[in-house]
Protein backbone atom coordinates (compact mmCIF):
# COMPACT_ATOMS: atom_id res chain seq x y z
CA UNK A 1 0.00 0.00 0.00
CA UNK A 2 2.84 2.36 0.99
CA UNK A 3 4.76 1.61 -2.44
CA UNK A 4 1.52 2.53 -4.71
CA UNK A 5 0.72 5.31 -2.63
CA UNK A 6 4.00 6.63 -2.93
CA UNK A 7 4.03 6.38 -6.66
CA UNK A 8 0.26 8.07 -6.80
CA UNK A 9 1.89 10.92 -4.82
CA UNK A 10 4.95 11.07 -7.52
CA UNK A 11 2.63 10.94 -10.66
CA UNK A 12 0.72 13.72 -9.40
CA UNK A 13 3.83 15.66 -8.33
CA UNK A 14 5.33 15.57 -11.79
CA UNK A 15 2.32 15.99 -13.50
CA UNK A 16 1.71 19.31 -11.71
CA UNK A 17 5.15 20.46 -12.36
CA UNK A 18 4.58 20.05 -16.50
CA UNK A 19 1.10 21.52 -16.12
CA UNK A 20 2.57 24.28 -15.32
CA UNK A 21 5.47 24.05 -17.93
CA UNK A 22 2.38 23.65 -21.10
CA UNK A 23 -1.24 23.62 -21.01
CA UNK A 24 -2.74 20.79 -20.01
CA UNK A 25 -3.84 20.27 -23.40
CA UNK A 26 -0.23 19.30 -24.69
CA UNK A 27 1.07 17.61 -22.32
CA UNK A 28 1.17 13.72 -23.51
CA UNK A 29 1.39 10.49 -21.73
CA UNK A 30 5.21 10.08 -23.21
CA UNK A 31 5.75 13.17 -21.12
CA UNK A 32 4.19 11.57 -18.07
CA UNK A 33 5.97 8.68 -18.84
CA UNK A 34 9.99 10.67 -18.99
CA UNK A 35 8.91 12.82 -16.01
CA UNK A 36 7.75 9.84 -13.74
CA UNK A 37 9.98 7.03 -14.79
CA UNK A 38 6.46 5.03 -14.86
CA UNK A 39 5.03 3.09 -17.67
CA UNK A 40 1.99 4.17 -19.24
CA UNK A 41 0.22 1.07 -17.84
CA UNK A 42 1.41 1.81 -13.65
CA UNK A 43 0.17 5.62 -15.00
CA UNK A 44 -3.59 4.74 -16.22
CA UNK A 45 -3.62 1.87 -13.41
CA UNK A 46 -3.86 5.37 -10.62
CA UNK A 47 -5.65 7.36 -12.64
CA UNK A 48 -7.67 6.29 -15.71
CA UNK A 49 -7.49 9.12 -17.87
CA UNK A 50 -5.41 12.49 -18.42
CA UNK A 51 -8.81 14.07 -17.40
CA UNK A 52 -8.72 12.48 -14.15
CA UNK A 53 -5.00 12.81 -13.10
CA UNK A 54 -5.67 17.06 -13.75
CA UNK A 55 -8.60 17.09 -11.56
CA UNK A 56 -6.47 14.62 -8.33
CA UNK A 57 -3.54 17.52 -9.60
CA UNK A 58 -5.89 20.46 -8.67
CA UNK A 59 -7.83 18.72 -5.75
CA UNK A 60 -3.83 18.53 -4.36
CA UNK A 61 -2.87 21.72 -5.17
CA UNK A 62 -5.47 24.21 -5.09
CA UNK A 63 -8.22 22.80 -2.56
CA UNK A 64 -7.19 20.07 -0.49
CA UNK A 65 -3.74 21.66 0.40
CA UNK A 66 -4.28 25.30 -0.22
CA UNK A 67 -6.59 26.76 2.04
CA UNK A 68 -7.58 28.45 5.59
CA UNK A 69 -9.51 25.39 6.24
CA UNK A 70 -6.45 23.32 7.08
CA UNK A 71 -5.42 25.98 9.87
CA UNK A 72 -8.93 26.33 11.17
CA UNK A 73 -9.42 22.71 11.62
CA UNK A 74 -6.18 21.92 13.92
CA UNK A 75 -6.48 25.49 15.84
CA UNK A 76 -9.53 25.13 17.68
CA UNK A 77 -9.43 28.10 20.61
CA UNK A 78 -6.84 30.23 19.53
CA UNK A 79 -7.37 34.25 19.28
CA UNK A 80 -7.80 35.90 16.04
CA UNK A 81 -4.36 37.77 16.70
CA UNK A 82 -2.56 34.10 16.90
CA UNK A 83 -4.37 32.86 14.19
CA UNK A 84 -3.53 36.34 11.72
CA UNK A 85 0.46 35.10 12.74
CA UNK A 86 -0.05 31.03 12.21
CA UNK A 87 -1.78 31.40 8.38
CA UNK A 88 1.03 33.97 7.41
CA UNK A 89 3.43 31.04 8.92
CA UNK A 90 1.22 28.90 6.76
CA UNK A 91 1.77 30.39 3.51
CA UNK A 92 5.33 30.84 3.62
CA UNK A 93 5.44 26.87 4.57
CA UNK A 94 3.18 26.66 1.41
CA UNK A 95 6.50 28.71 -0.41
CA UNK A 96 9.27 26.13 0.94
CA UNK A 97 7.06 23.25 0.00
CA UNK A 98 6.52 24.26 -3.62
CA UNK A 99 10.09 25.36 -3.85
CA UNK A 100 11.79 22.04 -2.75
CA UNK A 101 9.30 20.90 -5.77
CA UNK A 102 11.37 23.33 -7.75
CA UNK A 103 8.34 26.08 -8.19
CA UNK A 104 9.46 29.21 -7.16
CA UNK A 105 6.68 31.26 -7.58
CA UNK A 106 4.31 29.53 -5.70
CA UNK A 107 1.28 31.99 -6.62
CA UNK A 108 1.77 31.93 -10.13
CA UNK A 109 1.62 28.04 -9.91
CA UNK A 110 -1.88 27.63 -8.40
CA UNK A 111 -3.22 30.76 -10.20
CA UNK A 112 -1.66 28.85 -13.64
CA UNK A 113 -3.34 25.23 -12.60
CA UNK A 114 -6.97 26.91 -11.51
CA UNK A 115 -7.32 28.72 -14.84
CA UNK A 116 -5.90 25.65 -16.56
CA UNK A 117 -8.75 23.70 -14.53
CA UNK A 118 -11.59 26.26 -15.47
CA UNK A 119 -11.32 25.10 -19.33
CA UNK A 120 -10.80 21.52 -18.73
CA UNK A 121 -12.07 20.54 -14.96
CA UNK A 122 -16.26 19.82 -15.25
CA UNK A 123 -17.64 22.44 -12.21
CA UNK A 124 -14.28 23.66 -11.74
CA UNK A 125 -15.61 27.51 -11.87
CA UNK A 126 -18.53 26.43 -9.67
CA UNK A 127 -16.08 24.45 -7.12
CA UNK A 128 -13.99 27.74 -6.55
CA UNK A 129 -17.07 29.73 -6.68
CA UNK A 130 -18.16 27.28 -3.00
CA UNK A 131 -14.55 26.84 -2.13
CA UNK A 132 -14.39 30.99 -1.57
CA UNK A 133 -17.39 31.39 0.11
CA UNK A 134 -16.26 28.50 2.26
CA UNK A 135 -13.56 30.21 3.62
CA UNK A 136 -15.81 33.66 3.99
CA UNK A 137 -17.42 31.69 6.25
CA UNK A 138 -14.75 29.93 8.39
CA UNK A 139 -13.41 33.72 8.55
CA UNK A 140 -16.49 34.74 9.51
CA UNK A 141 -16.71 32.16 12.53
CA UNK A 142 -13.12 33.11 13.55
CA UNK A 143 -14.18 36.90 13.65
CA UNK A 144 -17.28 36.31 15.72
CA UNK A 145 -15.09 34.13 18.03
CA UNK A 146 -12.84 37.03 18.49
CA UNK A 147 -15.95 39.54 19.56
CA UNK A 148 -17.36 36.85 21.70
CA UNK A 149 -14.06 36.68 23.81
CA UNK A 150 -13.56 39.90 24.02
CA UNK A 151 -10.73 40.08 21.50
CA UNK A 152 -12.62 42.30 18.87
CA UNK A 153 -15.00 45.04 18.85
CA UNK A 154 -18.88 43.78 19.27
CA UNK A 155 -19.71 46.98 16.42
CA UNK A 156 -17.79 45.70 13.90
CA UNK A 157 -19.60 44.09 10.12
CA UNK A 158 -18.53 40.63 10.28
CA UNK A 159 -19.44 39.84 6.35
CA UNK A 160 -17.66 42.89 5.23
CA UNK A 161 -14.40 42.43 7.56
CA UNK A 162 -14.37 38.95 6.19
CA UNK A 163 -14.47 39.71 2.75
CA UNK A 164 -11.48 41.77 3.61
CA UNK A 165 -9.67 39.24 5.08
CA UNK A 166 -9.95 37.00 2.37
CA UNK A 167 -9.33 39.71 -0.50
CA UNK A 168 -6.11 40.95 1.31
CA UNK A 169 -4.34 37.51 1.12
CA UNK A 170 -5.70 36.90 -2.73
CA UNK A 171 -5.07 40.53 -3.36
CA UNK A 172 -1.22 39.80 -2.33
CA UNK A 173 -0.96 36.64 -4.05
CA UNK A 174 -2.17 38.06 -7.03
CA UNK A 175 0.47 40.62 -7.06
CA UNK A 176 3.01 38.19 -6.24
CA UNK A 177 2.61 36.69 -9.52
CA UNK A 178 5.09 39.59 -10.63
CA UNK A 179 8.22 38.80 -8.09
CA UNK A 180 10.52 35.97 -8.49
CA UNK A 181 9.79 34.43 -5.20
CA UNK A 182 5.71 35.09 -5.19
CA UNK A 183 3.33 36.32 -2.14
CA UNK A 184 4.98 39.06 -0.17
CA UNK A 185 3.99 37.60 3.21
CA UNK A 186 5.59 40.19 5.27
CA UNK A 187 3.85 42.29 3.46
CA UNK A 188 0.40 40.58 4.01
CA UNK A 189 1.03 39.91 7.70
CA UNK A 190 1.26 43.67 7.78
CA UNK A 191 -1.90 44.15 6.30
CA UNK A 192 -3.92 41.79 8.05
CA UNK A 193 -2.04 43.35 11.41
CA UNK A 194 -3.32 46.48 9.83
CA UNK A 195 -7.03 45.06 9.63
CA UNK A 196 -6.62 43.70 13.36
CA UNK A 197 -5.73 46.46 14.93
CA UNK A 198 -8.82 48.45 12.96
CA UNK A 199 -10.82 45.77 14.81
CA UNK A 200 -9.91 44.61 18.18
CA UNK A 201 -11.42 45.62 21.56
Not at 58 to 75: H, P, T
Not at 161 to 185: E, K, S, V
Request: aromatic content about 14%; charged content about 25%; overall charge positive.
Amino acid sequence: MTKGRNIKETIQEEAFRLFLSKPYDKVTYTDLEKATGFSRGAILHHFKTKLSLLEQVVDKYVFKNNSVFDLYNEQIGMSFLSFIHIYCDWVENRKREFRSMGVENYSLAVVNIAMQASYFYPGMVQKLSEFSLKEREIWSYILRRGIESGELRKDIDIPFIAHNLQDTYYGTAFTGLARPDGADIPFLRKRFLHIYESIKA
